[in-house]
Nanobody
Framework: QVQVVESGGGLVQPGGSLRLSCAAS????????MRWYRQAPGKERELAAS???????DYADSVKGRFTISRDNAKNTVYLQMDSLRPEDTAVYYC?????????WGQGTQVTVSS
């Protein structure tokens, strides 16, 4: 079994920064991709950023240049550094891990960007 737990959400002013963390535990494959999704109120869940175990990254156009995804393979942890935050970044952020045994999701962490 695999568990995924996010942390680091909160309230931040526009233009501010926040760093999310996601720790995976259990039977983690040596080959996996970790992703951050987000879901704003009344909207569908969308992919924000992804990173492979080999550190290949991809970003949604809406966050490119402002968000940075990184990972620590020794800790099975992925991070999302969010800078220049905007009110439209307000959402529940979910971490997921994909490997040969399936897709695993965290419970989500709320990020609110407001003055």
């Amino acid at each position: 079994q695999v568990q995924v737990v996010e942390s680091g959400g909160g309230l931040v002013q526009p233009g501010g920064s926040l760093r999310l963390s996601c720790a995976a535990s259990g039977r983690i494959s040596s080959s996996n991709t970790m992703r951050w999704y987000r879901q704003a109120p009344g909207k569908e869940r969308e992919l924000a950023a992804s990173i492979t175990r080999g550190d290949s990254t991809d970003y949604a156009d809406s966050v490119k240049g402002r968000f940075t995804i990184s990972r620590d393979n020794a800790k099975n942890t992925v991070y999302l550094q969010m800078d220049s935050l905007r009110p439209e970044d307000t959402a529940v952020y979910y971490c997921s891990l994909f490997q040969s045994t399936g897709f695993y999701w965290g419970q989500g962490t709320q990020v609110t960007v407001s003055s």
